[in-house]
């Protein structure tokens, strides 16, 4: 299905997914609310002294090489400032001509097409960086209402990301309920794409990797590349998750412990993280059984990224541990550590959120429990 390939061509979300690059300090790149030409735009201005250099919004869009698009969008300027376009991938770039001869300085926009093929051999689905540049001579330029039709495509390397509102689904037939919706930004692992839905990784309580669909006008490729390593993906998509509910992942009660697990699965894990009960305190005698646990003021005992932080532990060290709580550490400065954690109440709402606490002390800014110890389940610490 054809869509425009550009995310906020508008620019009715200011300068959100686009990057921005001027040569010199005096190039300035902003996204005024009300300059466009029902709201947002970018304005690109390059200064009318010395060497102009240039002032530039790109984006990186999964395209096909070989195939050929049509970029258009609407612009207007003042002064002598040129305006044009450029498409660079595999190393290799093509650039528009310039579109003085249609933008008379200080005249309404026009709309400008520029029609290009993705450079580069075979048919293959790679990054082109997209550009719309103002530069040559000093003057403003303004860019609205980007757009480049095509079917949007997707890469193993990088994340899926959806967008506002958006629900996943526990099938690609749409016919089998849903998962809920989850937070803008949200990533996940591609998986391909079935019955015009793309198909992503999804965890279970089990710490089995199971599947999740997404309408395809509901998703993105990510501009983040997929990490090698498992505790890595864990951080990304547990940070994406912020403010999602346990129902919104399939998971119900309390999902704190079982929150790790769906992140297990989510990210392709298939072993490190202890996933035989939903309950913390098996969990921390199970890691405490395999010596990767230590309680916080002993020897040894450290914070890094990748590490399990329970909370409130009574009966360590016999047969009957429990614990009250569990997070995800996704990363350590200095005395004070980062988690993500499911089933945390937040204003009137029991949410995935994001605790800071003190590796010294125990406690958090979040809520009221003590942290006890961690568990190493990926050999650091």
């Known amino acids: 299905?054809?869509?425009n390939l550009i995310r906020n061509g508008s620019f009715d979300s200011q300068g959100k997914y686009w990057k921005s690059y001027g040569w010199y300090s005096g190039n300035t790149i902003l996204f005024p609310e009300n300059e466009g030409q029902s709201g947002g735009c970018v304005k690109l201005s390059v200064p009318s002294t010395g060497d102009p250099g240039?002032?530039?919004v790109y984006q990186n869009i999964p395209m096909v090489t070989g195939n050929t698009y049509n970029l258009t969008f609407y612009a207007k300027r003042t002064g002598a400032v040129d305006v044009w376009a450029e498409v660079s991938a595999n190393g290799l770039r093509v650039v528009s001509p310039s579109f003085i001869p249609q933008l008379v300085s200080g005249g309404d926009y026009v709309q400008l097409s520029y029609q290009f093929t993705v450079p580069g051999?075979?048919?293959n689905i790679v990054l082109a960086r997209v550009r719309l540049i103002a530069g040559s001579?000093?003057?403003?330029?303004?860019?609205?209402?980007?757009?480049?039709?095509?079917d949007?495509?997707?890469?193993?390397?990088?994340?899926?990301?959806?967008?506002?509102n958006v629900?996943?689904?526990k099938n690609a037939e749409l016919s089998n309920n849903n998962y809920g919706v989850l937070p803008a930004g949200a990533k996940f692992i591609y998986d391909g794409i079935v019955n015009?839905?793309?198909a992503v990784d999804w965890g279970r309580d089990d710490g089995m990797t199971t599947n999740a669909y997404i309408r395809v006008a509901d998703c993105w490729c990510s501009e983040m590349s997929v990490e090698e390593f498992a505790e890595e993906r864990m951080i990304t998509i547990a940070s994406s998750l912020v403010g999602a509910t346990g129902p919104n992942l399939g998971l119900g009660g309390n999902y704190c412990e079982n929150?790790?697990?769906?992140?297990?699965g989510a990210c392709g894990l298939s072993t490190d993280v202890y996933c035989d009960s939903g309950y913390c305190g098996p969990a921390v005698k199970h890691y405490d059984q395999e010596e990767i646990y230590d309680v916080r003021g002993t020897s040894g005992y450290a914070v890094s990224p990748g590490d399990l932080a329970y909370y409130d532990v009574t009966g360590y060290g016999t047969e009957n541990v429990t614990s009250a709580h569990v997070g995800f550490v996704i990363d350590r400065s200095g005395d004070t550590y980062t988690t993500i954690e499911g089933n945390v109440p937040v204003d009137g709402r029991t949410i995935v959120a994001q605790v800071s606490g003190s590796i010294s002390s125990g406690l958090n800014n979040v809520h009221s429990r003590v942290l006890h110890g961690v568990a190493h389940v990926f050999g650091v610490g």
């Open 152 to 164: 949007k495509m997707f890469l193993n390397s990088r994340y899926v990301e959806i967008g506002n």
């Open 121 to 123: 051999t075979g048919t």
């Open 137 to 150: 001579a000093g003057g403003t330029a303004w860019f609205d209402t980007a757009e480049i039709q095509g």
């Open 259 to 264: 929150f790790i697990h769906w992140l297990s």
């Open 54 to 56: 240039q002032s530039s």
């Open 167 to 169: 629900r996943l689904y």
């Open 1 to 3: 299905m054809s869509t």
């Open 196 to 198: 015009n839905m793309v």
